[in-house]
Structures are given as C-alpha cells and as structure tokens.
C-alpha cells in the first residue's frame, strides 16, 4: 500500500469549515448556542486567563461537530471575545 507523502494529497480529503464564535468567560452556566449558520454564543465557566476559555470553546466546538479537539484551531481573536474558528472536517 502506498502512502501518500504529499501535503497536498492530504488536504484533498479534509475540508475546513470556518466558524465564528463570541466567547462569554467567566459565566455561571455552560451555554452553547447556534445564532446562525456557523456562528455560535459560547458561555464558559472558565476564566479568560491562561487560555482557559480559549481551550473550552474548542472543546465546545469539537464536540458540537464530531471531531477531535486537535482539528478546531483559533485563527483570529485569541485575545478577544469574537473569535474566527477553522475546524477540520473529514470528507
């Protein structure tokens, strides 16, 4: 069996879906809820400090989509509360 070695080979087979997502750290209940099509109000109970937040939105994500923790990646707002997501989807 060959193995595909090129980067490009490997893309092929996944698509990247963009989310976007507004982050309310800090808050008393866990809410995850859809706005729009791919646009998400995720409340967490973790605290803006230490990426804490930041890790639980992709869990978050991962989670609502099906895929591991590892394929969501912030690309834009890691500092703020409006976040651009990619999420690594499997074809």
Do not use: W
């Not at 707002?77 to 997501?85: I, S, V, Y």
Request: charged letters at 25%; proline letters at 3%.
């Amino acid at each position: 069996m060959k193995v595909p070695t090129s980067s490009s080979t490997l893309k092929k087979s996944m698509a990247t879906k963009i989310v976007h997502a507004k982050v309310f750290p800090a808050s008393k209940k866990e809410k995850f809820i859809e706005v729009g099509e791919n646009a998400f109000d995720v409340y967490v109970r973790e605290p803006a400090q230490r990426n804490l937040a930041n890790f639980r939105v992709r869990e978050c994500i991962a989670a609502h989509y099906g895929v591991e923790v590892a394929q969501v990646s912030i690309q834009t707002g890691h500092r703020a509360r409006k976040k651009t997501l990619a999420v690594i989807m499997k074809k």
